[in-house]
């Protein structure tokens, strides 16, 4: 007699699919355009040619999207509420002494807002998908931008204030959101030609500017010993921060738990959502911590700190945004208009769109 593993699950009959089809809108990986596939994700899909009103409603109903479009959405307006308190705190106008902070907020609002968003909106067609995401890397690499303007405006360890790594800072992250949107955007073109090829570049196009806006948070935690280390109360903030952020990587590089129980984790409890979640929680610790050295190190630093560094913060911020919206609309042409998308794309909807029609 055999035994059948814990985690499968029964076939549905074709009748039994359609009817519930026609009620829900939610489809499995056999209904499911391939593009839109997710490792260890069996069931729960939206349909792949929603209206702008369905995705909306969809994130309503339980569908393997839900929790991953409240998960960024909700934090969205905690960050906003954390804005609007620090702006009775903070001079934002007139002190340039913030500006960063400032510029790093709005960042900080923006990339759980377009993720949101993202997720939502990712099931109009496929030509959607693939520009959500377009958007949706963007906003995480003018993220990574907001960290580097507030590690260099506020956590430098003392030893390299005015130094050549505080003076190139800035302006080198501001190169790498470039290279993140690029790479990121370009693994889109790979998903389904060579996946693992379109994994490891997506991850790069990440880890790379994560690791190069923490240097001075490494080298300030881990390597300086002395007075002018600035140990104080952030670090703790700090340390929080960086096992949250590290185990976002995992969580996005390894897709468990679905990947060892497949079907399991459809609706609650995948990496992603665990992902998302990691991902915020990491934020709020960063921000309480920046905020930290923020007030604790304003005397020293706006006395010792090129003035650059913070005056510069909007014209810096404005040519990032400028051209990472410029490579967004590159890749986006690209899509629409490379007789590649016919791989990529996939939009023949087979027995989806025709069990829809009935």
């Known amino acids: ?23 829900d809108g939610i489809y499995s990986t056999q209904k499911q355009l391939k593009i839109f596939w997710e490792d260890g994700i069996i069931s729960g899909y939206r349909h792949p040619k929603s209206s702008a009103l369905d995705c909306v409603l969809s994130s309503f109903q339980m569908n393997n999207e839900t929790i991953n479009i409240w998960t960024h959405f909700l934090p969205t307006w905690y960050f906003l509420w954390r804005f609007l308190m620090l702006s009775y705190c903070l001079d934002f106008w007139r002190d340039s002494y913030s500006w960063p902070f400032l510029a ?47 590690y260099g405006a506020y956590t430098m360890p003392d030893r390299w204030v005015n130094g050549p790594l505080h003076h190139y800072f800035v302006p080198v992250a501001a190169f790498n959101s470039f290279v993140c949107t690029s790479l990121s955007c370009y693994s889109r073109f790979l ?23 923490n240097i001075p948070l490494f080298y300030r935690l881990f390597f300086c010993f002395g007075e002018d280390c600035t140990w104080n109360d952030a670090i703790a903030g700090y340390f929080y921060h960086l096992f949250f952020a590290l185990l976002t990587g995992f969580l996005f590089a390894s897709h468990l738990p679905e990947r060892l129980a497949p079907g399991r984790f459809d609706y ?12 915020v929680v990491g934020t709020h610790f960063q921000l309480e911590a920046v905020l930290c050295d923020l007030h604790l190190r304003r005397d020293w630093l706006s006395t010792h700190a090129p003035a650059s560094i913070f005056t510069h ?5 404005s040519t990032a945004l400028l051209g990472n919206l410029v490579l967004i609309a590159f890749f986006t042409v690209t899509l629409l208009r490379s007789s590649v998308t016919t791989t990529i794309l996939q939009s023949t909807l087979s027995e989806v769109e025709r069990h829809k029609d009935k």
Do not use: N
Request: hydrophobic fraction near 40%; proline fraction near 5%.
């Open 1 to 23: 007699m055999s035994v059948e593993p814990a985690w499968t699950y029964p076939k549905w009959s074709d009748e039994l699919f359609i009817q519930l089809q026609a009620q």
């Open 104 to 150: 790093y907020m709005w960042l900080v609002c923006l990339y759980p807002f377009t993720s949101s968003c993202a997720h939502t909106f990712s099931t109009m067609s496929t030509h959607a998908r693939h520009i959500c995401y377009f958007l949706d890397y963007g906003s995480l690499s003018l993220y990574s931008l907001g960290c580097a303007f507030t």
């Open 191 to 213: 998903e389904l030609e060579c996946p693992p090829l379109s994994k490891t570049l997506r991850t790069v196009a990440f880890v790379y500017p994560f690791i190069f806006d």
């Open 268 to 279: 609650i409890g995948h990496s992603h959502q665990l992902f998302h979640i990691c991902a």
């Open 313 to 317: 913060t909007f014209a810096t911020l």
